[in-house]
């Protein structure tokens, strides 16, 4: 199996903070990278597909870079409805894996 | 719209089994892979599951293999998911989750249901 390891497990940042979260797979899987926002109570909405392809509808502050073994979520400006764990997934081994989750709140 | 109801969760006692159900709707059913992912009372993501579109394929969790079972009904728009010999690891909330393509080996989970409670306990 793929394992894949977020960090940091939480954060707390302030409202128009850049936040950073990183992904890495225990070996290469490319660009088959994707995140998910999971809200308090709802399902989870995928963010963005292949590392860096932003969703339709997803807000432009969110963007997706890396490929191989390390990759990163950035929001450049926390908004208080980012307020959400986020997830990676990655989709190159059938034996589809994600990451532990990131909470990230507002300070 | 797409939408996915799921229904079947429950109580059930360890070593009993359960089968789960998702109803689809708003998309031709029969052009996706579909998937089931589990959460566990606070707990993260796990996914447990995925179909190709025709049955063709099928892939498991190592958590679950030679326990659940995956099956579509694509007439009626239906996935379901047959979980028998239970164990208290796998109470969580049990999502349906569309594929954006036909093959869930390339998964990447673009609608998902509300989910469907799993608790398992004596």
């Known amino acids: 199996d793929i394992q894949m390891t977020q960090s940091p497990s939480s954060l707390s940042a302030s409202v128009g903070d850049r936040v950073t979260i990183t992904c890495q797979a225990s070996q290469d899987i490319s660009n088959y990278l994707n995140w998910y926002q999971q809200k308090p109570g709802k399902a989870p909405k995928v963010l963005i597909q292949d590392a860096s392809n932003l969703e339709t509808g997803v807000p432009s502050r969110f963007s997706g870079r890396g490929s191989g073994t390390v990759f990163t979520l950035t929001i450049s400006s926390l908004q208080p409805e980012d307020v959400a764990t986020y997830y990676c997934q990655q989709s190159d081994n059938p034996l589809l894996t994600f990451g532990g989750g990131t909470k990230v709140e507002i300070k | 719209e797409v939408q996915l109801v799921e229904s079947g969760g429950g109580l059930v006692q360890p070593g009993r089994s359960l089968r789960l159900s998702c109803a689809a709707s708003?998309?031709?059913?029969?052009?996706?892979?579909m998937h089931w992912v589990r959460q566990a009372p606070g707990k993260g993501l796990e996914w447990v599951s995925g179909?190709?579109?025709?049955?063709?394929?099928?892939g498991y969790a190592d958590s679950v293999k030679g326990r659940f079972t995956i099956s579509r009904d694509n007439a009626n728009n239906s996935l379901y998911l047959q979980m028998n010999s239970l164990r208290a690891e796998d109470t969580a909330l049990y999502y349906c989750?569309?594929?954006?393509?036909?093959?869930?080996?390339?998964?990447?989970?673009?609608?998902w249901g509300q989910g469907t409670l799993v608790t398992v306990s004596s």
């Open positions: 989750a569309k594929n954006r393509v036909g093959s869930y080996s390339r998964g990447l989970f673009d609608n």
């Open positions: 708003g998309f031709t059913f029969d052009d996706y892979a």
């Open positions: 179909v190709n579109w025709n049955s063709g394929s099928i």
